[in-house]
């Protein structure tokens, strides 16, 4: 499992973000995207390495970064005006911004050996890929469906929903496991709205024109089907005790299609979209 977690994390750290990043704002967040490789290079280092101190560093390299991007986010969300301004899609793109924050300080605390809250090693290193893919790439692609999408109700829920489940299954890792449900369920709810949004408004839309961009907004939208009932499965099993799968079989299934099938598939297809289709952070 550790290999396959630590390639889907260096794809998420190498890649997602700084190509999310330029999907926010070229403009706004251009150049932190062309510095991001600087910084993600030491994290992704660090995970084949042992624990221990130089692992640790190179992990506190790129949480400082994650820590600017949260810090340069939030601050003007915080203020007046711009906090009442916000719509569903930015609230949405301001949790992805904020979302990377969480995977760079789990990582820091798993490299050192450090049971951060008291959860375990394993459960850190999950966090990970978790927070740059459910947290990041989810929550982006929710907000950039909710706009092409003309702002609906549904398209608002995903918005919405994407966030908030994400935020309610890290709520669940400090209460018990039947909070970490209600979170998955949240948070499939809003995966399965993205999936039908992109697959009825933005594939037949922008993407119906152009074939290679139809097949990936096909693929991240058929894959979220799969997934997300893995997710549902295993929190289902985590609070109940039934059958379901291990964090291994889960990371080979759930992780790796969410990384390759979904969240890969869909920057490719929003960056290929990028001139008609902006979002504001």
Do not use: K, Q
Request: hydrophobic share 55%; glycine share 10%; charged share 10%.
């Amino acid at each position: 499992m550790t290999v396959l977690v630590n390639l889907i994390v260096t794809l998420g750290m190498l890649y997602v973000v700084p190509a999310g990043l330029r999907l926010i704002d070229p403009v706004r967040f251009g150049r932190t995207a062309r510095l991001w490789p600087l910084f993600a290079a030491p994290g992704a280092v660090c995970l084949w390495l042992p624990r221990g101190a130089p692992a640790t560093a190179l992990a506190a390299v790129y949480a400082a970064a994650t820590l600017t991007l949260a810090v340069r986010a939030l601050l003007p969300a915080l203020r007046g005006p711009a906090r009442a301004a916000r719509g569903p899609a930015e609230v949405a793109v301001l949790t992805a911004l904020v979302a990377p924050s969480v995977a760079g300080t789990a990582l820091v605390a798993e490299r050192a050996g450090h049971r951060l809250f008291g959860f375990d090693l394993d459960i850190l290193a999950l966090t990970v890929p978790h927070f740059h893919f459910a947290g990041f790439a989810a929550a982006l692609v929710a907000g950039l469906v909710c706009r092409a999408s003309g702002a609906g109700a549904l398209a608002r829920w995903a918005a919405y929903s994407v966030p908030a489940g994400t935020a309610l299954v890290l709520l669940g890792y400090f209460v018990d496991d039947w909070a970490e449900l209600v979170g998955a369920v949240v948070l499939t709810g809003g995966m399965w709205a993205v999936a039908l949004l992109t697959w009825r408004d933005v594939r037949t839309g922008a993407g119906g024109r152009d074939r290679g961009t139809g097949a990936l907004l096909t693929s991240s939208a058929a894959v979220l089907v799969a997934t997300m009932l893995l997710a549902l499965w295993w929190a289902l099993g985590e609070a109940t005790g039934i059958p379901h799968p291990t964090l291994t079989w889960m990371a080979a299934t759930h992780g790796l299609g969410n990384a390759l099938g979904f969240g890969l598939c869909s920057l490719l297809a929003w960056r290929r979209l990028t001139d008609r289709t902006e979002i504001p952070a």
